[in-house]
T-cell receptor, first 116, second 111 residues
Framework: DAGVTQSPTHLIKTRGQQVTLRCSPK?????VSWYQQALGQGPQFIFQ???????QRGNFPDRFSGHQFPNYSSELNVNALLLGDSALYLC???????????????FGQGTRLTVV | SQQGEEDPQALSIQEGENATMNCSYK?????LQWYRQNSGRGLVHLIL?????REKHSGRLRVTLDTSKKSSSLLITASRAADTASYFC???????????FGQGTTLQVKP
């Protein structure tokens, strides 16, 4: 049973460019959340998708957007990249509409984004 | 912003010793979870303790939760070099589906 898979594992982009990160949730999970982890910090919640809609959002600008597909996979898009967007981006999946997160979240290995 | 703080920020012990990490948080929670992260890679779930539970065990792990003090602790007994990692507590606040992480504790276990 595959866990949460993310692609690519590493990415280097130039300031001002746009980037798309991808996530496939664990089998049987239909809720996907995205987190940003800066070096030396704990992960910070970006947003959560369920039934192809953004359900909850953290304190991130509109440059951060996402999408969920009918097969529950998800994309994170970041426009107009800034140097400060350099971070590890983590995808987490969980079962059911996680209005209240009652279960563990399963995390992927992350995408390391470097903006130069 | 981070939910709370973890203490200590860094911990170095010898193999076989016990390691204790503490976590404090600010809001009411549905549950609290502990995760491990090796070398900046993905997070591995260790244990979940619900707000109505006070203590939970899983193998060499023991977690306590004190909701009156808004704090939790993670005890790793008989530590091994393979336990070297960063450990994060994460709270699931009431009525939200997100996890709020602390800054983490970096544990080094020397062989």
């Amino acid at each position: 049973d595959a866990g949460v898979t993310q692609s690519p594992t590493h990415l280097i982009k130039t300031r001002g460019q746009q980037v798309t990160l991808r996530c496939s949730p664990k089998s049987g999970h239909d809720t996907v959340s995205w987190y940003q982890q800066a070096l030396g910090q704990g992960p910070q919640f970006i947003f959560q998708y369920y039934e192809e809609e953004e359900r909850q959002r953290g304190n991130f600008p509109d440059r951060f957007s996402g999408h969920q597909f009918p097969n529950y996979s998800s994309e994170l898009n970041v426009n107009a990249l800034l140097l400060g967007d350099s971070a590890l981006y983590l995808c987490a999946s969980s079962p059911g509409q996680a209005i209240i997160l009652n279960t563990e979240a399963f995390f992927g290995q992350g995408t390391r984004l470097t903006v130069v | 912003s981070q939910q709370g703080e973890e203490d200590p920020q860094a911990l170095s012990i010898q193999e076989g010793e016990n390691a204790t990490m503490n976590c404090s948080y600010k809001t009411s929670i549905n549950n609290l979870q502990w995760y491990r992260q090796n070398s900046g890679r993905g997070l591995v779930h260790l244990i979940l303790i619900r707000s109505n539970e006070r203590e939970k065990h899983s193998g060499r792990l023991r977690v306590t939760l004190d909701t009156s003090k808004k704090s939790s602790s993670l005890l790793i007994t008989a530590s091994r070099a393979a336990d070297t990692a960063s450990y994060f507590c994460a709270t699931a606040p009431s009525n939200t589906g997100k996890l709020i992480f602390g800054q983490g504790t970096t544990l080094q276990v020397k062989p």
